[in-house]
Every structure is written in structure tokens, then in C-alpha cells.
């Protein structure tokens, strides 16, 4: 049997030997964990918290920001088994095969290899999130019973279909600490310490190798495990923070010898509001606007630039929800009723919803985590996260919105009037999917990524990263079930290479 | 209380007046547009008081509107054909122009804007 461990109870000075360390019990080193349970590889998962919610545990995520505004940073993670799937919406849909590609138009694009390569662990993934049935786009085959999907014009957006991780209780998705306990607990060779904080990779003399992990508890506890590999799967800012709080032999912290941990922050923004959809007759079938259940899936259909647009029109990716009935002004009730007359269409059942999005940023190297002055409860900086958004992130999912109203006129159902312009605008209703991603940036070339392609960091032999923080570009797609796919191909590489 | 003939005749006409008041009243009040030199496109729109209010809201985003010039544009544009079809057609070429936010069909913001410059 394997074993949960209070890791306030390891005396202090011990050395625990491992094959391999998981920092973090997040959904990623619990899947990794999972995958790796018939291997007869020793694993030790280090997770911060316990089993529930602790403040003096998620305190250690505090930090500070600048630039643009964003969320306060212990606000956008928990941190006790289960991560952040403690609090996730269960929102689900695979990347597209655009999102892999290098596009001319989108600096620092292009992962090493294609959505084929992630599309091998997608099933298995999808399954860890209890998604039930797999249907995705195949969604709107069965639900004609609903209603009709939007009969748009022929253009750049279209409707696909999310799906929803396994709804619990009515409206909690799979909580991965809960729902994967029991099952961590059968795994013969694993070993899983909670109120486990990893407070530093300790190199080798040479700079090249992983030799401990240090490890503290908020109790005072110190002990180290000494593994032959490690994976760091503790979200985007603790992944950046760790690696260059652990200076002692690289300087600039452990896989930053060309300066790129903690570069490239990413998350979604979702600006509320961004757009008003009208519909002239007034009909919106529901699964545009809540979750149905439909042959053993939880979807919900949302809007979204074709890749052909997306390529076309040099775009990124982004995902348009329609979310509540409002009430137009004056004004928009005449525009409504002047525009119907003049195609010919009657408005006057008409109806108009606000609409929720998704975006993807352009990656930017100075969008970072750094270390701040200020250390935390066990002595390690906290993180300084510095925040940049684009002018132009905002323009070009404005013009998939407008694209979106072009296709209603052209198919005479309906009208959409865009509610956002000025970058102040945008700045004033903005909010965030609290989908970090990018600090640890998957390259081939070290001087461009810190990891390569099988998540190794470039220039450490035993060293891995796991989760959003390696993707180099974003997609608008809910980062889970992607990430996880990621985290399941690192196990069947671990799996070969520390036999 | 008897009525005389003259006071049921003074009665009706005066209830005449009231009804006609009421029935016709928007129309007698109704904002009387002076005749333009493009009072054929203006002719297409529902109503020319809603449709300038958009017009100024379309003015906003086109530079150098010449009310003449984009009429004689507009009809060649337009045709004999059926104003929904040329909106199709703009929509389905993407031309498109913005009101106040409102994405509207190009040749339906110019005839908003035509009717704004009416106004002026």
C-alpha cells in the first residue's frame, strides 16, 4: 500500500531517496502519479497543503504585481491536494491544431510538435477529468431536441461545444485530491507527503544535475529528498518561483542560464460584457446559454474563429460564451428595429444577450515572474508578477467579434453591437481565467524555451516541468484537460528514460 | 335636461374634433422634413427621425462624407434591386461599418448617415 504521509512528522534531517519527486498535487502530479502507478518506479509527490483548505498554507502564495490590472495572486490558486481543481469551473475542450503551429504573424509561436502528439493522451486526459462521454464538437448531432445551433452566415466563426468535467452535488467538478485519494493511496511504490513544501532544487556542483530538493513544513520541519529525477507541477508562478529562488549554485536560478524562467506570463482574460448579441427572433436555444446533459455529457455550445479565419486574418484564439438576457437603450432598440425593417425581417420578438469570452494573449517576454524582497513563512521570495497586456490582444478579438455580427447580417437572424473600443474600456471590465501559463516556455532551442520538447529543462539532465507554465502559446481552450494530456505523455517518457 | 338641435350639433362636432385630434395627432405633430436631393434613398428607411439619430453615430466613423457624392454612390450601389438584397450582399462581401458600436450592413449606415446630414 502506499502511503499519506504528515510530512510535520518526518524529523527534521531526513533523506528520503526516490526515483522520482512530483512537486505539487495539483491535478497534474496527481495524474502523473496515477500514470505511473504499474511502473516500478519509486515516486515521492510533494504537495504544500493537506487535504483541505488551510490560510496559513495558501498565505504562501502571496505576492506582489504591477502593470496591468490582474488578480491578487494567493486569490488565483488553492493550495492543498487537488490544487487548483479545488475551485475549477470543470470547463473542457481540446487546443486546435493551429494553436501547435509557428504563424509568421504571432512572434515566439510554434510548440515543438503537433496537436497529434497531445491528441495520443487526449482520451485518458479527458477520462481523468470524468468528462463522460466523448463528443466535443459531435455535441450538436444530439441536440436537435434542444433547439437549433445558430443558422450564421457563412464567415470566420463558428459554434463548437465544450464539455464539462463530472458535475458533483450540483455544480462541483472532479476535485482531484478527493477524487483520487483512494486510488493515490493504492499505489504500492508511491509515497505522498502533505504540508510538504519544496524551498529548493539543489544542483549537482557542476550546475547539470538535480541531486535534492529541500523541503520544509510551516512547522519548522527540514528534510531533503535525493531523486534520480523530478517534476515540478506546481502551477506557473510556484514552478518560476522555485526555480529562481534556487540560486545557491546557478546564480540565476536553476534552468536560467539565458534568462527565461518566469518570462512569457500567460492567462485568458475574460472581459464581461464585451459585446451585445440580438437575436431578431428572439430564440436562443439553451445549450448556448447554460450546461445540458446529452448522452451521458455535460456541454454547453460556445463562438469560435474558425482556424481558416484565424489564419486568414492573422487572429488569435479566443471562445465567445452568450450569457444573460439585457435590456438595450433607446438607442439600440431603434438600431434593432431600423436595421430588421431594411432587411426585411421582422424584430419584434426580439431578444439581446450579453456575451462572456476567452481570449488568448500574445506571448511576451516581459509579461514575467520575479522574485520580490519580500520572503514568505519559510523564507523563500515571494513572487513579483509583472503585468502587460497588448493593445492589439484587444483589436484582434474585436475583429472575430465583428466578424461574428458580419455573419448575423448576412444571415438576417440577428445584429451585434460592440460595446468595448478604447484600451480603457477593455482594462475597466477585464477579468481572468486564472489560467497561468508560459513561464517555463517549451522550446528546442534553449535559447528560446526552458524546457524541450519531453518537458526536460534544457541543461539539467534529471529535471521536468509539468503543467501550462511550459506552453509557449496559449490557445483559448481551458488549459486542464490540455495540460493534463502533457503530464500523461511525461509519465510514459519518465516511464522509459528512469528504467 | 333637454338639448336643443344647436347644442347636439355644437356636442358631436366638438367629440368630431377630439377624435380627429387623437387619431390624427401624431401625424399633425410629427417633425416635418424639408424636401433634400436624395429623398429617393431616404424613402427606404422606416423612419428618418431614428434613422439620423444612427446616421450621426455612423458620421462618426467615416471621414469626408459628401452627402451628394454618397448619394449618387449609393443609388448606383443600390440599383433597381430590393434594399434587403444589396444589405445581404454588403454583409456577405464584409462590408460593414459601425454605429455607436452596431455592426450595420456599409449601404445601410451611409443611408443612416445620408438621413443625419438631412438634418443639418
Not at chain 2, 40 to 59: F, K, M, S, Y
Not at chain 2, 96 to 113: I, M, N, Q, R, S
Amino acid at each position: 500500500m502506499g502511503a499519506f504521509i504528515d510530512a510535520r512528522n518526518v524529523p527534521s534531517g531526513t533523506v528520503i531517496q526516490a526515483d522520482l519527486a512530483i512537486a505539487g498535487g495539483g491535478p497534474v502530479g496527481i495524474s502523473m502519479a496515477l500514470a505511473l502507478a504499474n511502473s516500478p518506479l519509486k515516486v515521492v509527490l510533494l504537495e504544500s497543503g493537506g487535504m483541505t483548505f488551510d490560510a496559513k498554507t495558501q498565505a504562501l502564495y502571496e505576492g506582489s504585481k504591477i502593470g496591468a490590472p490582474y488578480l491578487t495572486l494567493e486569490a488565483t490558486r488553492l493550495r492543498f491536494l487537488g490544487g487548483s481543481s479545488n475551485h475549477w469551473g470543470g470547463w473542457c475542450r481540446p487546443m486546435d491544431q493551429i494553436d501547435f503551429e509557428e504563424r509568421t504573424w504571432m512572434p515566439y509561436s510554434g510548440w515543438p510538435f503537433g496537436k497529434k502528439e497531445v491528441d495520443r493522451y487526449f482520451v485518458k486526459a479527458h477520462s481523468l477529468c470524468e468528462g463522460g462521454t466523448l463528443l466535443y464538437d459531435k455535441a450538436g448531432q444530439f441536440t436537435t431536441a434542444l433547439g437549433n445551433e445558430l443558422a450564421l452566415g457563412d464567415g470566420g466563426v463558428t459554434t463548437r461545444w465544450f464539455q464539462f468535467s463530472k458535475t458533483r452535488d450540483s455544480n462541483l467538478p472532479t476535485h482531484f485530491g478527493d477524487r483520487y485519494a483512494e486510488d493515490l493511496k493504492r499505489i504500492g511504490k508511491l509515497s505522498v507527503y502533505l504540508h510538504a513544501n519544496a524551498t529548493r532544487i539543489g544542483l549537482d556542483a557542476s550546475g547539470a544535475k538535480v541531486e535534492e530538493i529541500d523541503v520544509a513544513t510551516l512547522s519548522g520541519r527540514k528534510f531533503k529528498v535525493k531523486p534520480k529525477a523530478a517534476v515540478l507541477a506546481m502551477g506557473a508562478i510556484e514552478v518560476a518561483r522555485l526555480m529562481l529562488a534556487s540560486n545557491d549554485v546557478a546564480t540565476a536560478g536553476a534552468g536560467n542560464a539565458h534568462d527565461l524562467v518566469g518570462r512569457f506570463f500567460a492567462d485568458h482574460p475574460t472581459p464581461r460584457d464585451a459585446a451585445f448579441l440580438v437575436l431578431f427572433d428572439g430564440k436562443l436555444a439553451p445549450f448556448y446559454q447554460g450546461n445540458q446533459t446529452v448522452r451521458g455529457a455535460i456541454v454547453r455550445a460556445g463562438l469560435f474563429p474558425s482556424e481558416a479565419f484565424r489564419r486568414s486574418h492573422a487572429v488569435m484564439a479566443s471562445s465567445i460564451t452568450i450569457e444573460n438576457k439585457v435590456d438595450l437603450d433607446d438607442f439600440g432598440k431603434a438600431t434593432v428595429a431600423e436595421t430588421a425593417n431594411a432587411l426585411g425581417v421582422d424584430a419584434s420578438n426580439h431578444a439581446a444577450f450579453s456575451l462572456g469570452a476567452g481570449m488568448e494573449v500574445t506571448p511576451d517576454p516581459d509579461r514575467r515572474i520575479t522574485l520580490d524582497s519580500e520572503t514568505d513563512a519559510l523564507g523563500m521570495p515571494r513572487a513579483k508578477l509583472h503585468m502587460r497586456i497588448a493593445d492589439s490582444d484587444f483589436s484582434q478579438f474585436r475583429q472575430t467579434l465583428k466578424e461574428l455580427g458580419r455573419q448575423l447580417l448576412e444571415a438576417r437572424i440577428g445584429m451585434l453591437k460592440l460595446n468595448l473600443r478604447s484600451r480603457q474600456e477593455w482594462l475597466d471590465v477585464i477579468d481572468w481565467g486564472n489560467h497561468h501559463m508560459g513561464t517555463t516556455r517549451m522550446h528546442a532551442d534553449p535559447r528560446k524555451g526552458v524546457v524541450d520538447a519531453n518537458l526536460k529543462v534544457h541543461g539539467l539532465a534529471n529535471l521536468y516541468v509539468a503543467g501550462s507554465s511550459v506552453y509557449p502559446t496559449y490557445g483559448a481552450a481551458n488549459p486542464t484537460v490540455n495540460l493534463l494530456s502533457l503530464a500523461l505523455r511525461l509519465a510514459d517518457h519518465l516511464k522509459g528514460t528512469l528504467r | 335636461m333637454k338639448l336643443s338641435r344647436r347644442d347636439t350639433i355644437i356636442a358631436a362636432g366638438g367629440a368630431a374634433v377630439v377624435v380627429a385630434a387623437g387619431v390624427g395627432g401624431r401625424f399633425l405633430l410629427r417633425k416635418r422634413h424639408g424636401p433634400t436631393p436624395y429623398d429617393d434613398l431616404l424613402a427606404l428607411l422606416t423612419d428618418r427621425d431614428a434613422a439620423a439619430q444612427i446616421g450621426e453615430a455612423v458620421l462618426a466613423e467615416v471621414e469626408d462624407f459628401d452627402p451628394k457624392t454618397m448619394a449618387d454612390d449609393l443609388r448606383t450601389r443600390i440599383g433597381k434591386r430590393p434594399l434587403p438584397a444589396v444589405l445581404a450582399e454588403d454583409a456577405d462581401r464584409g462590408r460593414v461599418v459601425e454605429a455607436g458600436g452596431w455592426v450595420l450592413p456599409e449601404t445601410l449606415g451611409l443611408l443612416f448617415a445620408l438621413a443625419a446630414k438631412a438634418e443639418t
